[in-house]
Nanobody
Framework: QVQVVESGGGLVQAGESLRLSCASSGRLFSNSVMAWFRQAPGKEREFVAAIKWGSRNTVYADSVKGRFTISRDGAKDTMYLQMNNLKPEDTAVYYC???????????????????WGQGTQVSVSS
């Protein structure tokens, strides 16, 4: 059973940066995918970014491309999301998700992930 725990959220002003972390308590495999999703009040959960553990291949939502960077530390079984130039529309609860059987074409689909963290709040004021 894999458990993931997010940390690093907070309240910042527009243009500032935050780094989120997601630590896994279970072993991650080369074909595991770890991803970030976010959910704003009254909106559906949306894909933010994902990384394949072994190859380090990454993919981003268009809304964050060029501002957010996903990375991982294999020794710590931890994934990061560096968020720069934050905007008020980035305000949401950010969730970490992982799965070892997901296929790459499904990584943007929240329903494809079996393991989720409890989320960390990111609030950006204008």
């Amino acid at each position: 059973q894999v458990q993931v725990v997010e940390s690093g959220g907070g309240l910042v002003q527009a243009g500032e940066s935050l780094r989120l972390s997601c630590a896994s308590s279970g072993r991650l495999f080369s074909n595991s995918v770890m991803a970030w999703f976010r959910q704003a009040p009254g909106k559906e959960r949306e894909f933010v970014a994902a990384i394949k553990w072994g190859s380090r291949n990454t993919v981003y939502a268009d809304s964050v491309k060029g501002r957010f960077t996903i990375s991982r530390d294999g020794a710590k079984d931890t994934m990061y999301l560096q968020m720069n130039n934050l905007k008020p529309e980035d305000t949401a609860v950010y969730y970490c998700a992982t799965d070892s059987t997901i296929i790459w074409s499904s990584i943007r689909n929240a329903n494809a992930y079996d393991y989720w963290g409890q989320g960390t709040q990111v609030s950006v004021s204008s």
